[in-house]
């Protein structure tokens, strides 16, 4: 038997259960209390709260008060709020360790068995109480209904083509068993997108058919314009997407906007299960106003104070102007964090695009080497990152314990002579009057690179591209979209090629799972149909049919099976190898400096972080509930 290392274990031992006289209550909330509408604090924290002590973590105790201002792009980056939120069931501390968080305890037996400790008297936001019964509902009435979850259930919860067994022997206690080891399960919970295995039942039955009569459900349907009653459940449960107001969560804050509007609100969540020694409930800041701006305006923004706490939308070029801002006076500090991605910009050719002529192309590894040679990293990196940044393809970062210089490298010199002796060697020596090569059926190489059009840096580095691809006969086109657009035209097979970010997680450890240097996800644009056909158990999509594919989710499946370290160890390298071999994400740079803005008022930052999506869900592993404003009432007031 394992059990996960507990934060809390010495801090509850010291200060006991929570106590009326020992919490202090929020003045947020002081007039539902003294109205008698809302319970006082001793009775909204769980009688075991997860209890934070923050002088330990080399933190100060902070005040509840005061509004965060940040800024996002898109409506939809509401769901921004779940991931630095953090609130999981089980999450990662700065020290990458897996600890319990909305869970009072895990034990994990034999590596297959799963037993999760609930914390008594936790309630969701609304009050309810969160008990095992919302991880009933969501296994029996979401995951194994037909009609919600056509598919099964979600792949992460089958081992070895075995569905996992939950049962819930307590209103405390759930049991997660598969009869293979799964390794992967608990950071499949901490992750920034977690696999939620609960909802709140006592919300989503109303819109449910095996709990609500047909008429009332009619109805409902109706209102909403929808066709079915399976429709109206999926547009209602949205926990991650954090979009439906009425739904209730275990966030720290709770979406109060009651319109689609550019300005959102989310306000302390009453119920919250953390608190600090010193008696209070987290989040100290109470409310968190996201305004959707355009993703130009952010960094002008920001530089005009009108940020509390700014990242996303920030890049590497925005720094010159954020501490010239800074040092004229501004009310914030830019803070420069160490980036987790495997690669600041990778370019993806899609081995499943549609054309058969370029996939042919696309797949022939000369032609992915010949890309790779034929960029110029030394220039790009002078010319946006004033040689910050490091030079190379897409690989773990210096940090890991799995990085190798020599897949670093790979094919990641820029060497434009044996990037075309590449191409002559595919056969395709024909070219154009003005020196373009031509494809097998004779039309131009016009390699095709479609981008979110969100990063300036981006089409800078393309720019620089499209000169020293010229040299070895390739014409690039650069084609800006809007993300979700780029995204659905990937996964179709329409796009030839796509720019995004390397992999989320530039560090792993030998304990890391590797499957997404597999072909099993439709989210890494190279592969996008294998990864459909992997995620939907062959219903759509294709199979993979390339040998190093293959093998690549032969690795990935033996990692799994594998209990010995050296044994992961060796498969990670092998994995690693093959893709500094094959290019399939051809990676540029990685490590530039993240900008991060926030205000001088503003405690509990940390000054060096690593700006990361997975593992870290950026702010999230940071504990966003833990800042505050030195004097919220003077922050409010401003």
């Not at 075991?48 to 005061?66: C, F, H, T």
């Not at 990196?381 to 040689?387: D, E, I, M, T, V």
């Not at 060697?425 to 003005?434: A, C, N, Q, V, Y």
Request: aromatic share 10%.
């Amino acid at each position: 038997m394992f059990r996960i290392l507990s934060l809390v274990t010495l801090c509850l031992a010291l200060c006991g259960p929570a106590q009326a006289d020992w919490l202090k209550e929020s003045s947020f909330w002081g007039t539902e209390v003294a109205a008698g509408d809302m319970p006082p604090v001793a009775e909204r924290v769980p009688l075991d709260p997860l209890i934070v002590d923050l002088e330990a973590k080399g933190r100060s105790y902070g005040k509840q008060g005061g509004t965060l201002r940040t800024l996002v792009s898109r409506s939809k980056d509401t769901r921004q709020m779940v991931v630095y939120g953090y609130a999981r069931l089980v999450g990662y501390n700065k020290d990458y360790e897996l600890v319990p968080d909305l869970l009072r305890d895990v034990e994990v037996e034999e590596g297959r068995r799963f037993i999760l400790h609930l914390r008594r008297g936790h309630r969701w936001s609304d009050g309810h109480p969160f008990t095992s019964a919302d991880f009933e509902y969501f296994w029996k009435h979401i995951a194994l209904n037909p009609e919600l979850s056509p598919s099964g259930p979600p792949q992460s919860m089958i081992v070895d083509d075995a569905p996992a067994t939950m049962t819930f022997p307590d209103a405390h206690t759930v049991i997660v068993e598969w009869p293979t080891p799964n390794p992967q399960f608990l950071q499949l919970l901490a992750q920034a997108s977690p696999l939620l295995i609960y909802r709140p039942a006592h919300y989503l039955k109303q819109f449910h058919a095996e709990f609500t009569d047909k008429s009332t459900l009619r109805k409902a349907i109706k209102k909403a314009r929808l066709r079915t009653w399976a429709a109206l459940h999926n547009d209602m449960d949205n926990l991650y997407k954090f979009d439906n107001p009425e739904l209730p969560t275990l966030q720290p804050w709770i979406n109060a906007s009651t319109s689609q509007s550019s300005r959102q609100l989310f306000v302390r969540n009453p119920y919250y299960h953390r608190i600090d020694k010193q008696g209070v409930q987290l989040p100290y800041i109470d409310v968190v106003e996201m305004t959707v701006v355009g993703g130009g305006l952010i960094a002008a923004k920001a530089n005009a104070g009108e940020v509390d706490l700014q990242a996303r939308g920030l890049d590497f070029p925005d720094i010159s102007i954020l501490k010239k801002g800074e040092a004229d006076g501004g009310n914030y500090r830019t803070l420069l964090w160490a980036n987790g991605a495997a690669s600041q910009i990778a370019i993806y050719p899609n081995l499943n695009f549609a054309d058969p002529v370029w996939r042919e192309v696309i797949r022939d590894v000369r032609f992915r080497r010949a890309l790779s040679l034929g960029i110029d990293r030394r220039m790009i990196n002078r010319a946006l990152y004033f040689g910050l940044a490091k030079e190379g393809g897409m690989t773990t970062l210096e940090a890991s314990p799995l990085h190798d210089i020599t897949n670093l490298y790979s094919w990641a010199i820029y060497y434009p002579a044996k990037a075309n002796a590449l191409l002559d060697e595919m056969g395709l020596t024909e070219r154009t009057p003005d020196g373009i090569r031509r494809l097998p059926d004779g039309r131009p190489m016009e390699f095709v690179v479609e981008t979110a059009g969100e990063r300036q840096e981006v089409e800078n580095a393309l720019a620089i591209i499209t000169d020293t691809w010229r040299e070895i006969g390739i014409k690039l086109i650069m084609r800006p979209l809007d993300r979700d657009i780029l995204r659905n035209r990937v996964y179709s097979g329409v796009s030839m090629a796509a720019v995004w970010y390397g992999w989320d997680n530039g560090i792993p450890q030998e304990y890391t799972p590797p499957e997404y240097l597999a072909p099993t996800h439709q989210e890494f644009f190279a592969w996008p149909k294998w990864g459909q056909y992997y995620q939907t158990g062959g219903e759509v999509g294709e199979a993979p049919d390339m040998a190093p594919a293959v093998r690549l989710m032969e690795l990935s499946k033996a990692w799994d099976h594998s209990t010995e370290r050296y044994e992961r160890e060796a498969i990670w390298r092998e994995m690693l190898a093959i893709h500094a071999d094959q290019q399939y994400g051809i990676g540029i740079l990685s490590q530039a400096p993240q900008p991060i803005v926030v205000s001088k008022k503003l405690r509990n930052v940390p000054e060096h972080g690593l700006w990361a999506w997975d593992p870290g869900a950026h702010f999230g592993i940071h504990r966003m509930d833990e800042f505050y404003y030195e004097d919220p009432f003077e922050q409010l007031i401003q």
